[in-house]
């Protein structure tokens, strides 16, 4: 299965985005499903990520600021980024695996989309 990764782009500080990311090739439904993001330089770090029975889990940076959701008829997860900060530039990827909490460790999961860039200008 695939996993593609949609609505990067470029926005000023205070804006906003919302990522989708489908997966394709099987049913996720019952998969854990997160979002993931690589700053140049900077190490991989977990943004979001959310269970099969829709139970959440955030990056402190980004608590009450970003919203994960899910749609399993669609096999799609989304990312609602608001109030937008310079520092959430990065590369944005998708991640899927069987797990039954979310986590936001990279190691945890084995299917991940190309990425997408999100930029956010002062």
């Known amino acids: 299965g695939k996993r593609g990764e949609s609505g990067g782009g470029c926005v000023q500080a205070g804006g906003s985005l919302r990522l989708s990311c489908a997966a394709s090739g099987r049913s996720f439904s019952t998969y854990g499903m997160a979002w993931f993001r690589q700053a140049p330089g900077k190490e991989r770090e977990g943004v979001a990520a959310i269970s099969w029975t829709a139970n959440t889990a955030y990056a402190d940076s980004v608590k009450g600021r970003f919203t994960i959701s899910r749609d399993n008829a669609k096999n799609t997860v989304y990312l609602q980024m608001n109030s937008l900060k310079p520092e959430d530039t990065a590369v944005y990827y998708c991640?899927?695996?069987?797990?039954?909490?979310?986590?936001?460790?990279?190691?945890?999961?084995?299917?991940w989309g190309q990425g997408t860039q999100v930029t956010v200008s002062s």
């Open positions: 991640a899927v695996d069987a797990q039954v909490v979310p986590i936001l460790n990279g190691a945890g999961y084995r299917y």
